[in-house]
């Protein structure tokens, strides 16, 4: 083994301190794992020490080494880590000193809603119970909802909605060979006390009785203020 | 008051056979006393004997108030889960009256009376409406003929006195005698007999629907010819006149083959020009106990369009559809959906 030579500083800056052993003495990466590694002999780790005391860079690159084999040993590191000022103002150097990958314009911000995965997201047991939930849910919904609204479409009007539901007295006269009504009555519209069913025909004729079939001694005291105080515009 | 009436009561009928009883024994008496009153109760809230006004002059009082007081305020309509608002305006000269409706929630719409002449305002759609509300112009001239039959069918129960919108007011209860129609309960201005809120009572007394006014200025300066002028100022509105088609039911084809207790047909018609997108124009049958109102609209059956029978309700207003034959009846009125069912059951076609 070749003697090192004290005064020529390890790789990096200056010629790697020779080791004939090694095939690849010029890489400094690997004098200096030899040297964290304990892997140097006297003479060599001579040269290495009085190297990293002048070399600031050397001493960084043998510390970050340091922890790195710290860390793959399975222990805590025993150097203290860099202070995270200086970790972050090395994350944005770095950055900066990234290559533009990309000149195309400014990507438009979109606001996605992120979410952290549920604790239990990882359970598979937990996914069937909330597909059948779910499945429950939409099971429920429809079925309100066929119940009452075999259609929809049309516009919507303004004014007070009647709640809708099925009659008490009759069965329903639909049946599977009468046509779908394209032009339906019936709308469902979103409100903010969740979505209502509204029957557009039915609010007319109510705007009609309101109209025309207020026949109380109270209409003129109240009935005719309350009726012009709805906000359903009366029938044309 | 019921318990006023409850001792009225006892002092006229059961005191007097509970004294001669005494000699008999306490107890016999005691229990006569206890039966008495639980006798007394009901038959108390049919009659409503002690009540200082009847019906028929509560309800002439509150028509009275609005045919001679001038006043502005803001009224609320609460009416299922919704509710709305507007701004008032009445007058009136002792020959006609004059009333401005400005609503303050939803689209702006103005509606200006005129006795029995309604004409609705528009601004967003830069149109006009206009009526003639008969409905309007028949109360309360019936109140005094051999055809009100309100008395028959309600009676009345009164509530002591509260305040409302800064006004205190008698409470007055129409309380119903069978289940085919609602209560009210009224706040009616102590002075001058104004309603200055009322309430529609389903069973057990639930509110179905209110209005109220929240804050209310009697005798205030409102002008009458401000609001003739603006009744006439219809520059750059469209304006709409519906046309009604007076007929009968007898020449539409149609009749109750039993009447609803308490139900007077009132008018029918048709309204032209309606039918062009929807099929022919429906009829519309109105009946009145003289409180409540039932209509009746018929119209040819579209098997696209009618496709489930079903009731409906808004508040104190439901609604009852069935298929007749080859025509579609939609009952609708402030009535328990049981009456329009009693309705629907009873109108057939006679040809």
């Not at chain 2, 051999?146 to 008698?170: C, K, M, T, W």
Request: glycine share 8%; charged share 20%.
């Amino acid at each position: 083994m070749n003697a090192v030579q004290p005064n020529q500083p390890p790789p990096g800056t200056r010629p790697a301190p020779a080791s004939p052993n090694r095939t690849v003495v010029n890489e400094p990466g690997t004098e200096l794992s030899a040297l964290i590694d304990g892997e140097l002999d006297v003479h060599e780790l001579d040269g290495w020490l009085h190297a990293l005391g002048q070399e600031e860079t050397l001493r960084v690159q043998c510390r970050d080494y340091r922890v790195i084999s710290d860390v793959l040993s399975g222990g805590s590191p025993s150097l203290r880590s860099e202070p995270p000022h200086a970790f972050v103002a090395g994350v944005r150097a770095r950055l900066l000193a990234e290559p533009v990958l990309d000149a195309a314009p400014t990507p438009v911000a979109v606001q996605v809603p992120v979410r952290a995965a549920a604790a239990n997201d990882a359970v598979f047991r937990w996914k069937m119970v909330a597909g059948v939930a779910s499945l429950a849910a939409v099971m429920a919904v429809s079925w309100g909802v066929l119940g009452s609204a075999p259609s929809s479409s049309g516009g919507v009007q303004p004014g007070p909605q009647l709640a809708l539901m099925p009659s008490v007295g009759g069965a329903p006269l639909a049946g599977p060979t009468q046509p779908v009504d394209p032009a339906a009555t019936t709308v469902l519209v979103n409100t903010a006390q969740g979505p209502v069913l509204r029957d557009v025909r039915l609010e007319q004729l109510l705007a009609e009785h309101r109209q025309y079939g207020g026949m109380s001694a109270l209409q003129m005291p109240a009935g005719f203020l309350r009726d012009a105080t709805y906000p359903a515009e009366p029938q044309r | 008051m019921n318990q006023t009436l409850t001792a009225s009561h006892l002092s006229g009928f059961a005191a007097a056979p509970a004294a001669t009883l005494l000699n008999r024994g306490r107890w016999t008496a005691a229990l006569l006393m206890a039966l008495s009153v639980w006798v007394s109760q009901p038959v108390l809230a049919q009659s409503q004997s002690g009540s200082a006004r009847s019906v028929t002059e509560w309800l002439t009082r509150m028509h009275e108030a609005s045919r001679q007081r001038a006043y502005m305020g803001t009224l609320v309509v609460s009416s299922g889960s919704a509710m709305s608002s507007s701004r008032i305006w009445h007058v009136c000269d002792g020959t006609q009256q004059m009333e401005r409706v400005e609503t303050l929630t939803g689209a702006p719409r103005t509606t200006v009376r005129r006795n029995n002449e309604v004409i609705t305002f528009v601004p967003e759609s830069r149109t006009a409406l206009v009526e003639k509300r008969e409905s309007l112009g028949l109360f309360p001239e019936l109140l005094r003929t051999p055809s009100n039959q309100i008395p028959e069918f309600y009676g009345v129960r009164e509530g002591g006195s509260e305040r409302v919108a800064g006004h205190l007011a008698d409470v007055v209860e129409i309380v119903p005698k069978d289940a085919l129609r609602y209560g009210y309960r009224i706040w009616s201005e102590k002075k001058t007999g104004l309603v200055v809120k009322m309430q529609t009572l389903g069973e057990q007394g639930a509110v179905l629907e209110q209005v109220a006014f929240t804050e209310l200025q009697l005798d205030a300066p409102v002008r009458m010819d401000k609001l003739k002028q603006l009744m006439n100022d219809t520059k750059g509105y469209e304006l709409y006149k519906p046309v009604l088609r007076k007929t009968t039911p007898e020449a539409e084809g149609w009749r109750l083959k039993e009447s609803v207790p308490g139900f007077l047909p009132m008018s029918c018609h048709t309204r032209e020009g309606q039918g062009s997108s929807t099929g022919a124009a429906p009829m519309q049958w109105v009946f009145s106990d003289g409180l409540a109102s039932v209509s009746l609209f018929v119209e040819p059956y579209d098997a696209a369009r009618h496709t489930q029978e079903k009731t409906a309700v808004m508040g104190a207003t439901h609604s009852v559809t069935r298929r007749l034959g080859a025509h579609w009846l939609t009952a609708m009125g402030e009535v328990p959906s049981g009456t329009l069912r009693r309705f629907a059951q009873a109108l057939e076609r006679t040809r």
